[in-house]
């Protein structure tokens, strides 16, 4: 799933987790909509957490820059 999520916002660019949700429930990761939105919720707190994505002052979910690892790197 986040393999998933994060191919999804490298391809496409910053989205909201509403998108990522419809993706991933298209793909067949989550047979309905409740399910998806706690796995996906979950999931993006996950991967913003190791770093590999950051959430926009918007709420949106983007790709992490390089300067972002950086920051998070020097932060630990």
Partial sequence: MADFLIRCL?????????DLRRL???EG?????ETADRGVHATLINVVKAGLIR???NGNFAPAT???TIRLRRAM
Avoid: K, T
């Fill in 24 to 26: 991933a429930l298209q």
């Fill in 29 to 33: 990761y989550f047979i309905d909509g």
């Fill in 55 to 57: 959430q926009l002052p």
């Fill in 66 to 68: 390089v300067l972002d």
């Fill in 10 to 18: 490298n391809e496409a660019g910053a989205m909201p987790r509403e």
